[in-house]
């Protein structure tokens, strides 16, 4: 009844791997939880995976001071009471947090603008990973930076922690039209693009050279981010243009999110294109969480069955009150470029 | 003839990929759709994707709201009719009889466990062996996430294993997958579940 076994080498923590986890959760809402029975909550609700966090970006807001990585006991309880995925942030940079997330054993580490930044600079180079990582974007130039660095899934970066679904949706229509406007360049346009697009990976050795006040112009084999020259950077994001025109989409899996707050909002974002969507403040500052994340997860896979979404939209209670995105006063979307 | 994905939820688009490739290299006149529910099934084959089981149980829908078991009756009495069924990671969960010692009525009788092998840092890739008949085996690049592990089959014919656990089993038209045919460009799987049609 059974054949032979072959128990060759395993091979762990490759791209299609870090891929493949991303498209398990397509068509899924992955919800921000602060302790176990908010995960469990969320699990419940049909959640395909939570993400851990110490406060939801509506509190951070609130209460201001520096936005870390989540306590561990608090993302370690959450590992032993779901089944689902477990996601945490870590600050933009801070190679340590991600580091410990790994070992921990989170499923997907989400490098993340909600949270203060940790370098000034420059992103993680993720392809130093074993796990996964999942990265903000508001437009097509830092999605192709973020996919550089080895992000496995994109996200929108949104107004987080508002409630205001205006910035979500104005960084999806950034991203769909800047990749259809790539099917009008030239290679010879498409070469610029890529020149300024690695260029922002310049910010350090340009500064430095300010500080030296002599002008000194970047060669082609300076070593500018992590162990890479100016024109391996170049090269390798003109190949993510090309591949991202060829296929008129993000080579990467696309989330919503930031201020995604009803399941109409989630429905919305869906028909623009995105592949799932994460709701962070928007569920357990409403006030029947249960109700609502429910409600979500249903909409973001019957986004386009209005006689579904008609039925779970109808007796939620009141929504999260939220902030208008334009009147924040500190903007999160701008971290990270 | 028309196949079917279950596109409630997970890895859908991959495994529609998949399909129109193997139809194209089988020459077959197949359409490949897009399923958004169970009511008014008309298809010749049915995929269950991978992606969250507990989601996908969950997001089981008819016109009176959602119910799981409606949706293992409706897969009893396609099989019944001979239908071809895949399930792969999480779409086998959905057909498994016994998952993490809760009991289904499921079209396998076996026992699963979820998350087997551990959480995302232990997924693995790793070259299996088919066999789809008494005389031939043939290597297939597995690709496991997050992966469910069978412990024990009950009934039906284990096609694959590794380590010494099943991962691909098969009861009369019914194929359950721990691993991901459509995250590879390789068209065998694909290929042998048409022709069960």
């Known amino acids: 009844m059974t054949n032979t076994i072959d128990t060759e080498g395993k091979i762990y923590g490759s791209e299609t791997l870090k891929k493949g986890f991303a498209s398990m959760v397509k068509g899924g809402v992955i919800m921000d939880v602060t302790n176990a029975e908010q995960a469990k909550i969320a699990e419940d609700a049909g959640a395909v995976a939570v993400m851990a966090l110490e406060r939801v970006p509506a509190d951070i807001r609130a209460e201001g001071g520096v936005a870390r990585m989540a306590s561990l006991e608090k993302i370690d309880e959450i590992l032993k009471t779901v089944t689902i995925p477990v996601m945490a942030k870590c600050r933009i940079g801070h190679y340590s947090e991600a580091r410990i997330l790994e070992t921990l054993g989170v499923d997907m580490v989400d490098e993340s603008e909600v949270l203060t930044m940790a370098d000034p600079f420059f992103h993680i180079n993720k392809k130093k990973f074993k796990i996964p990582f999942v990265c903000g974007a508001r437009e097509l130039g830092e999605a192709v930076r973020r996919i550089f660095e080895g992000a496995a899934m994109m996200r929108t970066k949104g107004e987080a922690g508002t409630g205001d679904v205006i910035e979500a949706v104005r960084h999806m229509h950034m991203m769909n039209e800047g990749i259809a406007q790539l099917k009008n360049l030239s290679d010879e346009e498409m070469q610029k693009v890529a020149v300024n697009y690695a260029n922002k990976y310049c910010k350090l050795t340009q500064e430095v050279y300010e500080k030296f006040e002599i002008s000194k112009e970047i060669k082609e084999d300076d070593v500018v981010f992590d162990e890479y020259n100016y024109k391996y950077i170049k090269d390798e994001i003109f190949k993510i243009l090309e591949e991202t025109k060829k296929l008129q989409r993000l080579p990467r899996v696309n989330f919503a999110a930031g201020g995604i707050a009803t399941p109409a909002d989630a429905a919305l974002m869906m028909n623009m294109g995105c592949e799932g969507v994460f709701v962070g403040s928007g569920i357990f500052k409403s006030s029947d969480p249960k109700k609502r994340a429910k409600a979500i997860v249903e909409a973001t896979s019957h986004y386009n069955e209005p006689k579904i979404l008609k039925e779970v939209a109808k007796n939620l209670g009141e929504g999260m009150k939220g902030t208008e995105a334009s009147k924040v006063i500190e903007v999160l979307q701008n971290r990270g470029i | ?197």
């Open chain 2, 1 to 197: 003839m028309k196949i079917g994905v279950f596109a409630l939820q997970g890895d859908v688009s991959e495994h529609v990929r998949m399909l129109n490739n193997a139809v194209k290299e089988l020459e077959k006149n197949i359409n490949v759709v897009e399923l958004r529910g169970f009511e008014n099934f008309n298809c010749d084959a049915l995929i269950i994707p991978g992606g969250e089981s507990t989601t996908m149980r969950k997001l089981m829908h008819d016109e009176n709201g959602n119910d799981i078991n409606k949706f293992l009756n409706f897969l009893g009495k396609i099989s019944d009719e001979e239908i071809p069924i895949l399930g792969t990671c999480a779409g086998l969960i959905l057909l498994a009889k016994n998952v993490d010692n809760k009991f289904y009525d499921g079209l396998l009788d076996m026992e699963v466990k979820r998350n087997g092998y551990g959480r995302q840092r232990e997924s693995f890739e790793a070259d299996v062996c088919l066999k789809f008949n008494l005389n031939k085996t043939e290597k297939f690049h597995a690709i496991f996430i997050r992966a469910p592990v069978i412990e024990k089959v009950h009934k039906g014919e284990i096609l694959a294993e590794f380590e010494g656990k099943a991962i691909a089993v098969k009861d009369k038209n019914v194929i359950g997958l721990t691993f991901h045919p459509e995250l590879t460009n390789d068209t065998k799987i694909y290929k042998y579940f048409l022709n069960l049609i």
